[in-house]
């Protein structure tokens, strides 16, 4: 069965330093998505992507996140000065539509520790 | 020290027994519901959805219950295994929108 894969599986920086995390979506997918989840809470939306460009951003995807698909098959989510609130898990998904009935299929995380 | 997250709700049941993880959502506009399973360091696994138009559905040894007029989301696990202890989350979409809301989560225990 095809499947998200996300590069890391896990990531330590240093507060203050750039990082970029990595998603190959399932291929036949249009929509990516970037979901975080802090150690222990629930799952937050970050970020979606369709036709090269952000649909729809939360109040958490500040100037500091941008996201960027550089090829036809990696979605990348970069952090540009990391804080150590951004410690957490980041899920990359991908759906093929965003119509009823067109579930979000979840990568395995990068787990991103902040110094 | 490290930080100490939410205490997660925990339905604790043994091998066999039926399960029933409950969910409440708050969005009277969200049309689209799924369950996703979250095992120990892995990513929300898709198990089942529903649109807003039905109130049941049945898949492999799990079935969602919708009941919009109490916005209340139900999953019942059949039999359950030891392979289904993991957090179960429910997850919403509002019509027109890519973005699903994730709720709080349930963690299931299953003893054999």
């Known amino acids: 069965e095809p499947e998200v894969t996300q590069t890391p599986s896990h990531q330590v920086t240093q507060m203050g330093q750039e990082v970029i995390l990595r998603c190959v979506p399932i291929s036949n997918h249009l929509y990516f998505y970037w979901y975080r989840q802090i150690l222990g809470q629930k799952v937050e939306f970050l970020v979606s992507?369709?036709?090269?460009?952000?649909?729809?951003k939360s109040e958490i995807f500040d100037d500091q996140f941008s996201v960027e698909r550089p090829d036809g098959s990696n979605f990348t989510l970069k952090i540009r000065s990391t804080k150590l609130e951004d410690s957490a898990m980041y899920f990359c998904?991908?759906?093929?539509?965003?119509?009823?009935?067109?579930?979000?299929?979840f990568g395995n995380g990068t787990r991103l520790t902040v110094t | 020290g490290e930080s100490v997250g939410l205490h997660l709700p925990t339905l604790s049941v043994q091998e066999g027994d039926n399960s029933i993880i409950n969910c409440a959502y708050s969005n009277s506009a969200s049309d689209y519901f799924i369950w996703y399973k979250q095992e120990s360091g892995k990513g929300p696994q898709f198990i089942i959805d529903i649109r807003s138009n039905m109130d049941k559905r049945q898949g492999q040894r799990v079935t969602v219950l919708l009941n919009k007029t109490v916005k209340h989301l139900s999953l019942q696990i059949a039999a359950t295994q030891p392979g289904d202890s993991a957090v179960y989350f429910c997850a919403e979409r509002e019509g027109g929108y890519s973005t699903l809301t994730f709720g709080k989560g349930t963690m299931l225990l299953v003893s054999p």
């Open positions: 998904a991908s759906s093929v539509s965003q119509g009823r009935r067109s579930p979000l299929h």
């Open positions: 992507f369709y036709n090269n460009e952000i649909s729809e």
